[in-house]
């Protein structure tokens, strides 16, 4: 238990670090890996260079003192978190070399007005906050498919689009269980990036008879070109090994949703697409809207036609020559339970549209591929 006085500091001093957020993350991050250049080898380089996470750490932890007085409150909301923190490995030990710089980092920016006892209280509350995530994590660590990562052999490689590939890669040594919607983490050494890179891939296919599969886009846009996602086109080939750390994530389809809207943009069809074919299995009512550019940039052409065939009712519309998807394409679907991944920009459009059309929030769940999958990079 948090002393009252504590959580009295904790609560009033919130709007403040708040609002020193950005230099509290920047100062947190140089030192923590100027003290522990190892751990470049867990964080997502690129995402640190174009600034996109390093902010969510930190400010999470400052959104975590709104639940001060009732702590477990936080548990679903750290679900996804220390689902990817798991496919890291990031481990107990970890935590209190994050506590420290961030302590530190608070101190160093708020500079007198950062008391003893501001810094005790926080120091404090950070232990409990990372209690809760080692408490979850350790269960998912207990409950992976496997240990650590392991070794795979690429045994397919196709273009899919133009800047999607899809692997199929394969192990003996591993019990390949994974829910559809889940992701999968590769460890790789690209040549001239200086660190082991982990990135996160979602699973493509809920067939895994020849291994599992997923899909990589390639990142090329001007300044923020992906280091791994170029490797993983350029220099993976097949019949190389890749080191993978056992299926993660919580964006799955509910067990009693059985009418069915999927969503998906550009290549966010890579986690629908196997929970499209996963419902589909399952007899339940699949209806299916994807939009992407033109025909050539529509991915896995062969697995929706698949569905298609098995009775999904699928509608991909091409945005050069029909435009973006909107009411019009969700029309006759309001009482299905609706589940959408894509960009962080085609979420917000498509949560508009969908509320315009007076469905409720309960039944819209999401994925957005953004700083919170780094699916590109
Ligand atoms: C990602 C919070 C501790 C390593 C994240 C994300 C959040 C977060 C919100 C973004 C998740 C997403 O994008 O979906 C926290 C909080 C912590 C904590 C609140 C403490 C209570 C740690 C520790 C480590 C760590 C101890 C390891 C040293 C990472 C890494 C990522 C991540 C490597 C992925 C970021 C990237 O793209 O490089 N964490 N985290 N975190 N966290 Fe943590």
Not at 157 to 184: H, L
Request: charged content about 30%; hydrophobic content about 40%.
């Amino acid at each position: 238990m948090i002393a009252e006085a504590k959580k009295q500091i904790i609560k009033e001093t919130v709007p403040v670090l708040e609002a020193h957020g950005t230099e509290i993350t920047t100062v947190f991050y140089k030192r923590m890996f100027e003290a522990h250049p190892e751990l470049l080898d867990i964080f997502n380089k690129t995402n640190q260079k174009v600034g996109d996470q390093p902010k969510a750490l930190a400010m999470t932890v400052l959104a975590a003192a709104r639940h001060i007085e009732d702590i477990e409150t936080i548990v679903p909301a750290v679900m996804g978190i220390a689902h990817k923190h798991r496919a890291l490995e990031v481990l107990p030990e970890h935590y209190p070399i994050v506590g420290k710089y961030l302590l530190e980092a608070i101190q160093e920016v708020l500079g007198d007005a950062a008391t003893p006892e501001i810094i005790d209280a926080w120091g404090e509350y950070y232990g409990k906050i990372a209690d809760v995530f080692i408490g979850i994590e350790k269960e998912m660590y207990d409950t992976a498919a496997w240990d650590g990562f392991k070794p795979f052999i690429v045994k397919k490689k196709e273009q899919v689009t133009p800047d999607i590939v899809r692997f199929t890669v394969d192990s003996d040594e591993v019990d390949k269980t994974f829910t559809a919607g889940q992701y999968i983490t590769v460890k790789v050494n690209p040549e001239g990036y200086g660190n082991t890179a982990l990135r996160h891939y979602s699973i493509c296919a809920i067939d895994k008879e020849d291994g599992i599969r997923f899909a990589v886009k390639r990142e090329a846009v001007k300044g923020r070109e992906g280091v791994v996602s170029n490797y993983m086109h350029d220099a993976i080939e097949e019949g190389d090994a890749l080191f993978m750390s056992a299926p993660a994530g919580d964006f799955k389809v509910e067990e009693d949703h059985d009418r069915l809207l999927f969503i998906a943009g550009g290549v966010g069809a890579t986690p629908v697409m196997s929970m499209a074919e996963d419902a589909v299995a399952k007899g339940k009512d699949v209806k299916y809207v994807y939009s992407c550019i033109n025909e050539d940039h529509q991915p896995f052409k062969d697995q929706m036609a698949a569905i298609r065939e098995k009775g999904a009712d699928l509608k991909v519309k091409f945005s050069e020559t029909e435009g973006f998807l909107n009411k019009e394409d969700f029309k006759g679907t309001e009482d299905r339970q609706i589940y959408i991944c894509g960009s962080m920009g085609f979420m917000g459009t498509m949560m508009k549209e969908l509320k315009e059309m007076g469905i409720d929030e309960s039944r819209i769940h999401f994925e957005p591929f953004g700083p919170k999958m780094s699916l590109g990079a």
